[in-house]
């Protein structure tokens, strides 16, 4: 695995912090143990992961019959190991990812189905993944809602995050640095 490289070279040079891997789909296959021994050397070392989901279930064990290879890293069990982690999505309707609509938010839903994530504490790490942890390794200083900041922003139809994650919510509108950019009407019901 090239993950030893990285977080040696990241290491040499003082870069933690400023450097993240994708996919890491052969993490996903590793015994606890050196599953745990590489979680802290990511930490240790301040290497992000971004795993990608669609792409990763579509792509691995194409080729098997039986038993299919997932590869889908649990990256939720590297946020108590100081492993900054996200999830996105790329090369959405193309060869390697033929499906999606590049909704992040279907991104941390997909990811808790496949990685079996069921307590709001994991939900709510789903949904960290795809905003502030973004931010944070995206260097994103301006992030959040506060005064002085960009103010971009989602408002999506949920009282919490946990419900955005588990209930797929609708984005109703958004913002780009304070202005409106999209606005989504709510599904209306009509009598028969």
């Known amino acids: 695995m090239d993950v030893d490289f990285v977080c040696d070279m990241t290491a040499r040079?003082?870069?933690?912090?400023?450097?993240?891997?994708?996919?890491?789909?052969?993490?996903?296959?590793?015994?606890?143990?050196?599953?745990?021994?590489?979680?802290?050397?990511?930490?240790?070392?301040?290497?992000?992961?971004?795993?990608?989901?669609?792409?990763?279930?579509?792509?691995?064990?194409?080729?098997?019959?039986?038993?299919?290879?997932?590869?889908?890293?649990?990256?939720?069990?590297?946020?108590?190991h100081g492993v900054n982690c996200s999830l996105s999505t790329n090369n959405v309707l193309n060869p390697f990812?033929?499906?999606?609509?590049?909704?992040?938010?279907?991104?941390?839903?997909?990811?808790?189905n496949v990685c079996h994530v069921g307590t709001r504490d994991g939900m709510r790490s789903c949904f960290d993944m795809i905003t502030k942890r973004s931010a944070r390794l995206l260097r994103l200083g301006d992030y959040g809602?506060?005064?002085?900041?960009?103010?971009?922003?989602?408002?999506?139809?949920?009282?919490?995050?946990?419900?955005?994650?588990?209930?797929l919510a609708v984005p109703l509108c958004g913002f780009k640095r304070g202005r409106k950019t999209f606005t989504r009407a709510p599904a209306e019901l009509h009598r028969p």
């Open 13 to 80: 040079h003082g870069y933690g912090g400023r450097v993240t891997i994708g996919h890491v789909t052969k993490m996903s296959l590793l015994p606890p143990q050196r599953f745990e021994q590489l979680a802290r050397r990511l930490g240790e070392a301040g290497v992000a992961v971004t795993v990608l989901p669609s792409t990763d279930l579509f792509l691995m064990g194409r080729g098997q019959h039986s038993g299919g290879v997932r590869g889908v890293l649990a990256a939720h069990e590297l946020l108590h």
């Open 97 to 112: 990812t033929p499906f999606g609509d590049c909704s992040l938010l279907r991104m941390a839903n997909l990811y808790a």
């Open 145 to 167: 809602v506060e005064v002085g900041k960009s103010a971009d922003l989602v408002a999506l139809d949920c009282t919490t995050p946990e419900q955005g994650v588990a209930e």
